[in-house]
């Protein structure tokens, strides 16, 4: 093995290391006199200079594209999908700067970059053992970012929820790997469809593949694995909780997809209507259902909008799910557009969330009154993240729907198997429109309160919102400009 | 050329939302001036159109290459007609909201949006980029009633909202079948409306793919028993939103399953010809008994909608060239009568008196103090009850003599519904303008009621003349709507389909 290969292939994860450790030595020696802000400003700038030249570095992409059979996959999609956590992770960090949750800046950056990392390897992965250190080293990343603010003790409390949970699932995911390599005798993705062909309907199989469903479904907040979602989502300081809804949605997705049809390649089975065969294709069927289920019915009644935010994520993963089962290229295509449109999205909304809670001081829906008149161009970005989510055109959120659900479709085309489940997103999905209008009513329908005084909103978080509403905007006009990288 | 209707519009939304708060004369001035060019550009594409038969291709370029959609617009006949009524409808929507003083440019805006979706569904020909335009006239359509509406707006605005998205949706089924399905057939992907209705689809497909499709639409055009968003989302509206529904809205829908559903699945159709008759028929009868015994004035208004946008689907249903070039005609006809009659009571009346209720108008004798609007009422009255000489009769007429062929027993129960027409409407001028109960008016109106304004007069004026062009000289109209029948997308479709 060349070390130096290696080093070569990870250079934007080597990179983003070396920013880490720059942004908490600077946080720690220069910044130590600077109030919260400029700490979050300086370091933020930091952030964003090692992003960039990170995705330089994916740019060039002058290693190998296997230099470790497959511990560290290096090819043009999952270049492009660097690229766009590290954009996510800007944006987060751009989130961040406006709140005031924490004064330990520097660590908060850092893990935020750590995660970062683990989510990239996580993409660049096609090997059990690297798949699960990646996703450890997120997780982790991840669950202390939920418990940041230490003010509040629903943070801790949402923490230690998240990391029993992840705990338990990675156990699960761990246990269903080791059946996999049990199976198959080996730990590559490409060994593993080898090794598991020809074996036949094995009952262990099946227990692999419930394990791993297990495994990811808690990192995409799939019910049954979702309970989590809603107080992660509720107790984390804002931008954790973008972070979580977002760069980690990407990467795990891309993953599950990448496990489930190269690993599990002929154990696939059939959603089909009347026509089921088993594999996971029904197991994520299953899942698919109640997420869409659960996640659209519960979030009607939601009274926090960083909770309904959680229960459409978890509608929204029942959406993506459909495109994993869809098990053609261009369902994942489909899926990759979706998820992607619906992380700048979903970031955006919690950005509007971000400085709703720090005007108002909550998150209820009634917070939200009169917005359109106390920052207009606030409300405007909200209309244009919240609508996307409902699928409204021309927002990229129903162009990814679209996408998604003809995919979907067109995996069984002679025979249409798949419509009912689509029947059942576009149902769901009507449903979902309900719950998005009622926080838009009171932003623009409803007065404010007397005399409450118009919302000042950060330059910085102006720019990043009106870039993400821009994106929102002009992806779901010209899909072709994303569709075509993916 | 006609594109530029959906431009001006949209750019007539960026241009106030730009404005200051407070700028409210300019706003309805921007307003109007936008609304005026669209109308002027809408008429002048209209006129420059040399073959109604064809679809004029406007613009054409690939938009999502992988689906096979393109950014299409073209205009045929069957547009034109439509075009040009939007253009009339905003035109006369800002006239009569002249009043607006709460948050006036946003109401502008919206509006405006509203208008530049409704001129993208008549105009397109793609059937991805129909249904962009097509739910993109729910967010404004939501929020003018919510915002400005009156009576128990955020209940009427929320439902209509759940309709339309519930209609809209079911059409996206259907959409992405059809996607599906044609990409199996062809081999290759296409959303072209020419190409798709080349296509057979499988009779089993169109069976239950039509349905779909058709109620999906048919929801937004009052199609009984989904019509109940009609009357409550119209009374709750501001009178140019009540306006701009009953007068382009519920065309889209029409519209939708017109140039969509019955164009791609001609077989789904013959199939379920009668029932949508059935529903036609049985919408023509209750909505106009309905309006017979209403308190509220709107709420006649409201229900004589869903009454005559019966006829335009039962004309639908017919299968035959009269029958559906009098669908086309009434949609026309209706979109410019129902708007005046809106006004009337929207406008001219409830805004002034602030009162609705037949029984406190009784008491006024309006008749006596806003001549003028008691003259619009009754024009606009007879005008839809189908007098001839105005624009309605030669509508139904068509739809009548084309239901006739198809089904001549429900054509009765329809000609029962025209009677009932001219009950509610004349039940509705003796209770709000000529009422006898001479109660003596000392009722507290220490202000005489403000007299007509001159937008309002000019509105009124402009709808009234329409209409009464369309009744004398209908063949302005035929002669677009006609050939574009005879033309090959609706071979198909009328070819035996009289029986």
């Keep these: ?486 | 050329m006609l594109a530029w209707t959906i431009y001006i519009s949209f750019i007539g939304v960026l241009v106030l939302m730009l404005l200051p708060r407070e700028a409210a004369r300019a706003a309805r001035i921007i307003a109007l001036l936008t609304a005026v060019a669209g109308c002027g550009v809408a008429l002048a594409g209209a006129l420059q159109q040399t073959n109604p038969g064809e679809a004029a291709t406007i613009v054409k370029v690939p938009w999502i290459p992988s689906l096979g959609a393109n950014y299409y617009l073209a205009a045929d006949g069957i547009s034109l007609v439509l075009v040009v009524l939007t253009g009339l409808a905003a035109v006369a929507g800002i006239l009569f909201s002249w009043n607006v003083e709460k948050r006036t440019k946003e109401f502008f805006a919206f509006y405006l949006a509203l208008i530049g979706g409704v001129y993208g569904v008549f105009l397109s020909f793609d059937v991805l980029l129909l249904f962009v335009f097509y739910e993109l006239t729910i967010i404004p359509k939501y929020f003018l009633i919510a915002r400005w509406g009156s009576t128990r707006k955020e209940y009427g605005a929320m439902k209509l909202a759940l309709y339309s998205f519930v209609g809209s949706h079911l059409v996206l089924i259907g959409l992405i079948a059809t996607w599906v399905v044609a990409r199996a057939q062809t081999g290759h992907a296409s959303l072209d409306l020419l190409e798709l209705s080349k296509l057979s689809f499988p009779a089993g497909f169109q069976h239950w793919v039509f349905p779909l499709v058709f109620v999906g639409f048919a929801i937004l055009a009052g199609l009984w028993p989904f019509h109940t968003w009609a009357p409550t989302g119209h009374v709750a509206a501001p009178t140019a939103g009540s306006m701009l529904l009953a007068g382009v809205v519920m065309k889209l829908g029409a519209y939708g399953c017109l140039r969509v559903a019955m164009v791609l699945f001609p077989e789904g159709v013959r199939e379920w010809q009668w029932a949508i008759a059935a529903l036609a028929v049985i919408g023509i009868v209750y909505g106009a008994g309905v309006a017979l015994v209403q308190r509220d004035f709107k709420f006649v208004i409201g229900y004589s909608s869903v009454s005559h946008m019966g006829f335009v689907l039962l004309g639908l249903a017919t299968l035959n060239a009269i029958g559906l070039s009098g669908a086309v005609l009434q949609m026309f006809s209706h979109g410019i009568i129902a708007g005046l009659l809106f006004a009337v009571v929207g406008r001219m009346v409830y805004d002034r008196t602030h009162t609705r209720d037949f029984n406190d108008l009784q008491t006024m004798q309006l008749g006596k103090l806003l001549p003028f609007a008691g003259i619009t009422f009754v024009l606009a009255g007879v005008a839809s009850m189908g007098l001839p000489g105005f624009s309605g009769f030669v509508a139904e007429l068509q739809v009548l003599i084309g239901s006739w062929h198809a089904f001549p027993k429900m054509t009765l129960l329809a000609g029962a519904g025209i009677v009932l027409g001219v009950a509610y409407i004349l039940r509705a001028w003796q209770k709000a303008f000529y009422s006898d109960t001479t109660v003596p008016d000392n009722s507290g109106h220490d202000h005489p009621l403000d007299p007509i304004s001159t937008p309002e007069r000019i509105g009124a004026a402009m709808l009234l003349a329409a209409s009464l062009v369309i009744g004398l000289f209908p063949g302005l109209l035929l002669n677009w709507i006609q050939p574009c029948l005879a033309s090959p997308l609706f071979e198909r479709l009328l070819k035996g389909g009289t029986a």
Aim: proline share 4%; aromatic share 10%; charged share 10%.
């Design chain 1, 1 to 486: 093995m060349n070390y130096f290969e290696v080093l070569r292939a990870a250079a934007p994860e080597t990179v983003l290391a070396i920013t880490v450790l720059f942004v908490l030595a600077a946080d720690l020696i220069v910044l130590r006199g600077a109030t919260v802000r400029g700490r979050f400003l300086m370091g933020g700038m930091l952030v964003v200079v090692g992003c960039l030249l990170a995705a330089v570095f994916t740019w060039l992409r002058f290693g190998q594209p296997d230099p470790l059979h497959g511990m560290l996959i290096v090819d043009p999609r999952t270049d492009f999908l660097k690229d766009v956590l590290l954009a996510l992770t800007v944006f987060t960090v751009l989130i961040s700067t406006a709140g005031r949750f924490t004064e330990h800046v520097g660590e908060y950056l850092a893990l935020v970059l750590l995660g970062t990392i683990g989510l990239m390897l996580l993409v660049s992965a096609e090997d059990l053992l690297m798949i699960f250190i990646a996703l450890e080293l997120a997780s982790l990343s991840l669950y202390i970012l939920t418990a940041f603010n230490k003010r509040n003790a629903r943070s801790s409390e949402a923490a230690l929820k998240y990391f029993l949970f992840g705990g338990m699932s990675a156990a699960f995911l761990l246990f269903g790997f080791s059946l996999l390599y049990g199976l198959s005798g080996s730990t590559h993705l490409q060994e593993i469809a080898g090794g598991l062909a020809g074996k036949g309907a094995d009952p262990l199989l099946y227990v692999a593949i419930v394990m791993t469903v297990v495994g990811f479904g808690f990192k995409v907040a799939a019910v049954p694995f979702h309970l989590w979602a809603p107080d992660a989502y509720e107790g984390a300081p804002t931008p954790s909780a973008a972070f979580i809804a977002t760069g980690s949605k990407v990467a795990s997705f891309y993953l599950l997809v990448k496990i489930l049809a190269v690993g599990f390649a002929g154990a696939a089975g059939s959603a089909a209507w009347k026509n089921g065969v088993p594999g996971w294709v029904p197991v994520i069927a299953v899942v698919a259902i109640l997420s869409m289920l659960l996640g659209n019915l519960t979030a009607i009644v939601q009274t926090s909008v960083k909770r309904l935010l959680a229960y459409s994520a978890i509608a929204h993963a029942g959406y993506m799910l459909l495109g994993v089962l869809a098990n053609t290229p261009s369902g994942q295509s489909a899926l990759l557009f979706y998820v992607i449109t619906y992380a700048l999205t979903v970031l955006g909304a919690f950005g509007v969330v971000t400085v709703v809670e720090e005007a108002t001081g909550g998150d209820a829906i009634k917070d939200f009154a009169g917005l359109s008149r106390r920052a207009p161009l606030l409300s405007l970005c909200l209309l244009v993240f919240l609508l996307s989510l409902a699928g409204i055109p021309p927002l990229a959120g129903f162009i990814g729907k679209f996408f998604l659900f003809s995919a979907t479709v067109a995996a069984d085309e002679q025979n249409l198997g798949l419509l009912w489940l689509v029947v059942l997103a576009i149902v769901m999905s009507a449903v979902s429109f309900y719950y998005y209008l009622q926080v838009l009513k009171q932003a623009y329908v409803v007065d404010a309160p007397e005399d409450v005084p118009a919302i000042r909103v950060p330059l910085i978080l102006r720019l990043t919102l009106l870039v993400l509403a821009g994106l929102v905007v002009l992806l779901g006009c010209a899909p072709g400009l994303l569709l075509n990288q993916l």
